[in-house]
């Protein structure tokens, strides 16, 4: 049965987009994509510790800031 990983070959290294094959040995074919942003893995990006703690919470995070009937105001 086949099956397909994503990865990304950089100077001699697999990085694995998914989880890596569970196989001690095994045949591959290889196909080369052009480089593009959208393949590479993102760095997840975290906010400064100097902001730790200093956030508030003003109102209620559920509901919309505005009203249901203003959202089609444009259409």
Same mark, same amino acid.
């Given at each position: 049965?086949?099956? +397909?990983?994503? !990865?990304?070959? /950089?100077?001699?290294?697999?990085?694995? &987009?998914?989880?890596?094959? +569970?196989?001690? *040995? #095994?045949?591959? @074919?290889?196909?080369?994509?052009?480089?593009?942003? !959208?393949?590479?893995?993102? #760095?997840?990006?975290?906010? +400064?510790?100097? @902001? =730790?703690?200093?956030?508030?919470? &003003?109102?209620?995070?559920? =509901?919309? !800031? =505005?009203?249901?009937?203003?959202? /089609? *105001?444009? #259409?």
């Amino acid at each position: 049965m086949l099956q +397909s990983y994503q !990865a990304i070959y /950089n100077h001699g290294h697999l990085t694995w &987009l998914t989880d890596k094959p +569970s196989v001690e *040995e #095994a045949h591959v @074919i290889v196909t080369l994509l052009p480089v593009e942003e !959208a393949l590479m893995p993102k #760095a997840k990006r975290q906010p +400064s510790r100097r @902001i =730790a703690g200093q956030g508030k919470i &003003l109102g209620d995070i559920i =509901a919309p !800031a =505005a009203p249901i009937e203003d959202w /089609n *105001e444009l #259409a």
